[in-house]
């Protein structure tokens, strides 16, 4: 077998190997795939191809010959070289399960450092798909023929960021009367920008609209979006590094620019409702989904070219419930954090570095106290943000279990997710490492305090809730869901503050969907429309002719309105959508969580592994209150809560005794 010879650190130094065509292939070797490697540094200028692609099943693997001596490789990598020895490739050739020494970790953890100036300095990058087949042919066929056009018209410029924007008004105005002449056979006014003559051509592209179902471009644009290329987090890292890439499918190629901007464009065009510019574009893409229009790599590609600030948990802190997809996959879970390193801009200042000589309790707990402390990633992820869990197991109680995150998403909504509570007021936390915490890595450490003790927990009656992991949750059962509420909490009908204080709890005071917090706990909205929401949540009958302005006001302005307002014209059917619509998405927000009572006398709603003795902390710089479970030994995290009475630093008000929480 191969045996490595030692690279030298200290000059950066790499391995590269080069395909040996078949002709030059030395006599008596079996395999048909045949690679010289060689030494060199990345600070000689030496020109060279990265290659990106998936590792597949570590098992399922095939011999070639490197240097003439037997080398085992995944089947995957190996179709990838076939293809690049058909297309005549002579360059030399980074790849990573080749040219690192995958069993030694010291080698492996400082190669892995330098991957961001291997993808940086590569010539190219090539990214490889996989086989192509009938409808993934047709698909990068036509981004070949589409996306340069796409570029040219600067449909590129529809990103702000992470969002796609949607066309406007006057790229909307102008489709619809182009699309009526068209259509109707009448003279194309013509007229319009680059932008929106090369929109209406894509609107008019039959390659895009199946006769019966989705069109065969379409099936092979589902074919490449669902490839597990687009959620592999090694992937991420090099698509977005690479000066310039190209992405193969089989044996057909496009650029990597070209790539996005056709998409970018197809998804510019679903967001904008085609259908409500002419009903012949209703067709437009069917079958396509658009959960699938988020591909990490891309987005941080292109924010990294516009010179935007790019943090960790703004790739791996996923709030929504995955496109039927992983958001983002690894097979050593430690490279959740090291494969992104080279990426993300604040990598020193996280002070994280590759070494896999630590467990993955110790890379997600250094990475995720690192996110804590640091004053860029706490802006996006705080204390609240982390899941806690039901079952003990290797990783501390306040650490999340990154993969699940990846797979899933958080498959819970943080109470503060609008970032309209302020619990702990303008108290800050510590900013630097307890002497504590730098003896024990799975130690966090909080400042804050004492606010109540948890002492009945509601029992969920079984079958209220249905969801699954791909999916939202919602309350299936209203009624029966309601009527616990009012069971457990004592709510009584007679239009007191005791009823508005279950109702504010349920809702997490989000009466009208947006944040009031001067009120303080106070409804934000007239007591006629408190009114109102006791009577929905009641399901008491309401009759639409008896509705005072304010309540109409409210019913065309409030939760839900652009759903109803894009169908519903009458006052009538908006109430009854209202009614039927708010308490059953109330499972959106209740996914996973309980309500509970406190020793206070208080209502909240906590995770449903809350249970009584367990306490009710402010923590400094938390927008929530969170909860904790007293151990032998320090704290358990058991996650953030709404408390009505202690959103907006009203416990600040009793002057209470500050100390330190040791998490475990």
């Known amino acids: 077998m191969f045996a490595y010879r030692p690279l030298k650190r200290e000059n950066r130094g790499i391995r590269l190997v080069r395909l040996v065509p078949a002709s030059r292939k030395p006599p008596g070797t079996q395999s048909n795939i045949f690679l010289t490697i060689d030494h060199t540094s990345l600070n000689d200028g030496t020109s060279f191809l990265a290659m990106s692609y998936v590792w597949g099943e570590i098992k399922d693997t095939i011999t070639i010959s490197v240097n003439g001596e037997p080398f085992l490789i995944g089947r995957n990598l190996h179709l990838l070289l076939e293809q690049l020895r058909a297309d005549n490739v002579g360059s030399w050739i980074w790849v990573d399960s080749i040219c690192i020494d995958q069993s030694n970790n010291e080698e492996k953890s400082w190669q892995v450092d330098q991957m961001r100036d291997v993808y940086t300095l590569a010539h190219s990058v090539y990214l490889w798909l996989g086989p192509g087949s009938h409808e993934s042919n047709l698909a990068m066929d036509f981004m070949a023929d589409v996306g340069p056009k796409a570029i040219a018209a600067g449909i590129m410029t529809q990103w702000t960021g992470s969002n796609l924007r949607r066309l406007d008004q006057e790229a909307v105005n102008h489709l619809k009367t182009r699309s009526l002449y068209a259509l109707d056979k009448r003279t194309d006014p013509g007229g319009g920008s680059e932008l929106h003559q090369f929109v209406f051509n894509l609107l008019q592209d039959d390659r895009l609209r199946g006769s019966s179902g989705s069109s065969a471009v379409c099936d092979?644009?589902?074919?490449?979006?669902?490839?597990?290329?687009?959620?592999?987090?090694?992937?991420?890292?090099?698509?977005?590094?690479?000066?310039?890439?190209?992405?193969?499918?089989?044996?057909?190629?496009?650029?990597?620019?070209?790539?996005?901007?056709?998409?970018?464009?197809?998804?510019?065009?679903?967001?904008?409702?085609?259908?409500?510019?002419?009903?012949?574009?209703?067709?437009?893409?069917?079958?396509?989904?658009?959960n699938l229009y988020t591909i990490?790599?891309?987005?941080?590609?292109?924010?990294?070219?516009?010179?935007?600030?790019?943090?960790?948990?703004?790739?791996?802190?996923?709030?929504?419930?995955?496109?039927?997809?992983?958001?983002?996959?690894?097979?050593?879970?430690?490279?959740?954090?090291?494969?992104?390193?080279?990426?993300?801009?604040?990598?020193?200042?996280?002070?994280?570095?590759?070494?896999?000589?630590?467990?993955?309790?110790?890379?997600?707990?250094?990475?995720?106290?690192?996110?804590?402390y640091d004053k860029y990633e706490s802006r996006v992820f705080t204390l609240d943000c982390c899941p806690p869990r039901n079952a003990a197991g290797p990783l501390p109680s306040w650490v999340p279990a990154w993969e699940d995150i990846g797979k899933y998403g958080t498959r819970f909504y943080r109470v503060n997710q609008s970032?309209?509570?302020?619990?702990?007021?303008?108290?800050?936390?510590?900013?630097?490492?307890?002497?504590h915490e730098r003896a024990d890595p799975l130690l966090l450490r909080r400042q804050g305090c004492r606010a109540d003790v948890i002492t009945h927990v509601m029992k969920v009656p079984e079958g209220v809730y249905t969801y699954d992991e791909w999916d939202i949750c919602r309350i299936t059962d209203v009624d029966t869901w309601l009527n616990s509420v009012r069971?457990?909490?004592?709510?009584?009908?007679?239009?007191?503050?005791?009823?508005?204080?279950?109702?504010?709890?349920?809702?997490?005071?989000?009466?009208?969907?947006?944040?009031c917090p001067e009120n303080r706990g106070l409804y934000p909205v007239a007591e006629a429309v408190a009114r109102l929401i006791r009577k929905i949540m009641r399901r008491e009958k309401i009759n639409s002719t008896d509705l005072t302005e304010e309540q109409i006001d409210f019913i065309r302005n409030g939760p839900f309105r652009s759903d109803r307002n894009l169908v519903l014209k009458s006052l009538k059917d908006q109430l009854a959508y209202l009614q039927c619509q708010w308490p059953r998405a109330l499972g959106n927000m209740h996914r996973n969580r309980v309500i509970f009572k406190t020793a206070g006398g208080r209502l909240g709603i906590g995770h449903s592994i809350v249970k009584s003795g367990d306490m009710i902390a402010v923590v400094w710089g938390v927008g929530s209150p969170i909860v904790l479970r007293p151990q032998a030994k320090g704290w358990s995290f058991v996650g953030d809560a709404y408390v009505d009475g202690l959103m907006y630093g009203e416990i600040l008000d009793t002057k209470p005794r500050h100390e330190d929480f040791d998490l475990y």
């Open 220 to 290: 092979g644009f589902s074919n490449i979006l669902r490839r597990i290329n687009w959620h592999r987090v090694w992937i991420i890292q090099e698509v977005a590094l690479a000066r310039e890439a190209l992405v193969l499918c089989g044996t057909k190629k496009v650029s990597i620019d070209i790539f996005d901007a056709t998409f970018t464009a197809i998804w510019c065009c679903i967001f904008s409702r085609p259908a409500q510019l002419h009903q012949s574009y209703t067709s437009f893409c069917e079958g396509l989904d658009t």
């Open 296 to 372: 990490k790599s891309l987005d941080v590609r292109r924010r990294r070219r516009q010179s935007e600030r790019i943090r960790l948990m703004d790739i791996i802190f996923e709030v929504l419930v995955a496109p039927g997809r992983p958001h983002y996959s690894v097979t050593d879970h430690r490279d959740i954090v090291f494969g992104l390193l080279g990426v993300v801009t604040n990598s020193n200042e996280l002070g994280i570095s590759a070494d896999y000589a630590k467990t993955v309790p110790e890379v997600f707990s250094m990475m995720t106290r690192a996110v804590l």
């Open 419 to 435: 970032e309209m509570f302020y619990a702990a007021g303008r108290t800050k936390p510590t900013a630097t490492l307890s002497v």
């Open 487 to 515: 069971a457990f909490t004592g709510a009584r009908t007679d239009h007191s503050s005791q009823e508005d204080r279950v109702w504010r709890t349920v809702l997490f005071d989000r009466h009208d969907w947006y944040p």
